[in-house]
């Protein structure tokens, strides 16, 4: 790219990739770290089952609402500007959670944590373009960057896992607090500042325009999930496409818009955005069901289930660090495929696995781990290096609304379909309570908690019946990653290896 300076980066740069990982791994981390401290903070709140979900949503639903808005803010006020400012907010909202006395306060925290994240993701990854501009540079620091978001996730089961041991399920949150510090007391000597000056003034319609695409559209994919498609549904998702339709004519006629969607004529950006997105869903559906697995089904504490995720986190780091290695030798599309080819044995492992199988459940989980790491680190790169620097901000937008609504989404589709078919599974027995036959019926954890008033063959039904959910919903995110595998293989197999000069012929 010709708007980027060929300087190698020295230490400070590196240092300050260093830095900008810390808020990274939170981020990761604050994305999953309430897979395993679910249990434990339902006993607490006692969430309803919807309420539940959204405490689970609510943070990825508003990152992925607002990133567009905020990687275009950052280009305006300066990305280090807006980090900082993110930082401040993230860590005094984390104490807010860790302390609310409602579920319903917990998933406006939640709502505000995403507010804050929205403003993190883009400043990190943005930065980074900044910081590095020799191609082969680039490439690695991002594969960092896609590591330490990759190990944060990884790490969030494990984590939460030892502080609901330890302490209590708002521990979880205050993890922020300590990385804030540090961040804000090293980022003016380490990071550099950037804002494009010529960019021109934030458009409020565009920010609205963003909004009304993105949020009815999670909402109905969210409400078809859980209660089936109605006519609202339909209404909803018309209302987002249209307000998508409107929000990219504006664009287009605007000088500075809030999304360069000629980004998207860029073939490779637009195909590793789709493989992030699907690939994303995958994962994030999966590891609600998994985690809820290890602890409901085969009856681990947090911690020891927390211990158990350790193999698919080696695997994802792993691929995180080794995926952007070997390609630059081998074109990016192959490498992508085959890890992803290699993710669909685990999707398989889990459509098959039985209650007492926890061993084939977490290798097929860090099959599924593997091909998320190569795809987030090589997919990133794809659609960070298809734009120019000073158009960074809207490239890595892109790519973390596509990951965190990927997330979203998988846990709202895939656990809703997994407790939509638990509930369909599961009956209870004549003689029983209301009272008791709704805990039975809802959820696996409502019928544990009613389990010693009800025969141990009913618990064990109930075992069975969660199992089959995470079965049914695993084959149909795997028949969705042989999508995204065929498509690396057709649409990117022009891509070239990292760091081989390919400026102007279309391929990047």
Same mark, same amino acid.
């Given at each position: 790219m010709s708007e980027v300076a060929t300087r190698r980066a020295g230490a400070r740069e590196w240092a300050g990739l260093g830095l900008l990982a810390l808020p990274t791994v939170l981020l990761g981390l604050d994305v999953t770290v309430l897979y395993l401290v679910l249990p434990s903070l339902a006993g607490a709140l006692d969430p309803s089952a919807t309420q539940t979900l959204w405490i689970m949503d609510a943070y990825g639903f508003l990152?992925?609402?607002?990133?567009?808005?905020?990687?275009?803010?950052?280009?305006?006020?300066?990305?280090?500007?807006?980090?900082?400012?993110?930082?401040?907010?993230?860590?005094?909202?984390?104490?807010?959670?860790?302390?609310?006395?409602?579920?319903?306060?917990?998933?406006?925290?939640?709502?505000?944590?995403?507010?804050?994240?929205?403003?993190?993701?883009?400043?990190?990854?943005?930065?980074?373009?900044?910081?590095?501009?020799?191609?082969?540079?680039?490439?690695?620091?991002?594969?960092?960057?896609?590591?330490?978001?990759?190990?944060?996730?990884?790490?969030?089961?494990?984590?939460?896992?030892?502080?609901?041991? =330890?302490?209590?399920?708002?521990?979880?949150?205050?993890?922020?607090?300590?990385?804030?510090?540090?961040?804000?007391?090293?980022?003016?000597?380490?990071?550099?500042?950037?804002?494009?000056?010529?960019?021109?003034?934030?458009?409020?319609?565009?920010?609205?325009?963003?909004?009304?695409?993105?949020?009815?559209?999670?909402?109905?994919?969210?409400?078809?999930?859980?209660?089936?498609?109605? &006519?609202?549904?339909?209404?909803?998702?018309?209302?987002?496409?249209? &307000?998508?339709?409107?929000?990219?004519?504006?664009?287009?006629?605007l000088a500075s818009p809030l999304l360069d969607v000629t980004l998207f004529t860029d073939r490779a950006f637009s195909a590793a955005l789709t493989v992030l997105l699907i690939g994303l869903v995958g994962v994030g559906g999966t590891m609600y069901l998994v985690t809820q697995y290890l602890q409901l089904v085969e009856g681990l504490t947090p911690f020891t289930a927390g211990l158990w995720m350790g193999p698919p986190a080696l695997a994802m780091f792993a691929a995180a660090i080794g995926a952007p290695l070997v390609a630059r030798r081998v074109r990016p599309g192959l490498v992508m495929a085959a890890t992803l080819g290699l993710s669909v044995i685990g999707y398989a492992l889990l459509a098959t696995a039985g209650t007492g199988d926890a061993a084939a459940v977490v290798a097929g989980?860090?099959?599924?781990?593997?091909?998320?790491?190569?795809?987030?680190?090589?997919?990133?790169?794809?659609?960070?290096?298809?734009?120019?620097?000073?158009?960074?901000?809207?490239? =890595? =937008?892109?790519?973390?609304?596509?990951?965190?609504?990927?997330?979203?989404?998988?846990?709202?589709?895939?656990?809703?379909?997994?407790?939509?078919?638990?509930?369909?599974?599961?009956?209870?027995?004549?003689?029983?309570?209301?009272?008791?036959?709704?805990?039975?019926?809802?959820?696996?954890?409502?019928?544990?908690?009613?389990?010693?008033?009800?025969?141990?063959?009913?618990?064990?039904?109930?075992?069975?019946?969660?199992?089959?959910?995470?079965?049914?919903?695993?084959?149909a995110g795997g028949v969705a990653i042989v999508v995204a595998t065929v498509l690396c293989l057709v649409v990117l197999r022009h891509v070239r290896p990292l760091g081989e000069d390919d400026a102007g012929d279309g391929t990047r």
């Open positions: 990152i992925a609402g607002l990133l567009i808005t905020m990687g275009t803010l950052g280009d305006r006020i300066g990305r280090r500007r807006l980090l900082l400012i993110g930082m401040a907010a993230f860590a005094v909202v984390s104490v807010f959670a860790a302390f609310a006395p409602s579920a319903e306060l917990l998933i406006l925290a939640r709502a505000l944590l995403g507010v804050a994240g929205a403003t993190l993701m883009p400043s990190t990854l943005s930065l980074i373009s900044n910081m590095f501009g020799d191609p082969r540079q680039r490439a690695i620091a991002i594969g960092v960057w896609a590591t330490m978001f990759a190990l944060g996730m990884a790490a969030g089961p494990v984590v939460g896992g030892a502080l609901i041991d =330890a302490f209590w399920w708002g521990a979880a949150f205050l993890i922020a607090v300590p990385v804030a510090v540090v961040v804000l007391a090293g980022a003016k000597a380490l990071l550099p500042e950037y804002a494009d000056p010529r960019a021109g003034r934030l458009d409020p319609a565009s920010v609205a325009l963003s909004l009304a695409a993105i949020l009815p559209v999670i909402y109905a994919v969210k409400h078809a999930a859980a209660d089936g498609a109605d &006519a609202s549904t339909v209404l909803l998702l018309a209302a987002g496409v249209l &307000a998508g339709v409107v929000f990219v004519r504006r664009q287009r006629r989980f860090a099959f599924i781990y593997l091909g998320l790491g190569a795809i987030a680190a090589l997919g990133t790169d794809m659609v960070v290096g298809a734009a120019p620097v000073s158009k960074s901000g809207s490239a =890595a =937008a892109m790519s973390e609304t596509v990951q965190e609504l990927g997330l979203a989404v998988g846990v709202a589709l895939l656990g809703s379909l997994g407790t939509a078919l638990y509930t369909a599974g599961m009956t209870a027995p004549d003689g029983t309570s209301p009272e008791v036959a709704a805990h039975l019926t809802g959820s696996l954890s409502g019928a544990l908690s009613v389990a010693g008033q009800v025969p141990a063959e009913v618990v064990r039904a109930a075992r069975e019946a969660f199992t089959t959910g995470v079965n049914i919903a695993s084959a």
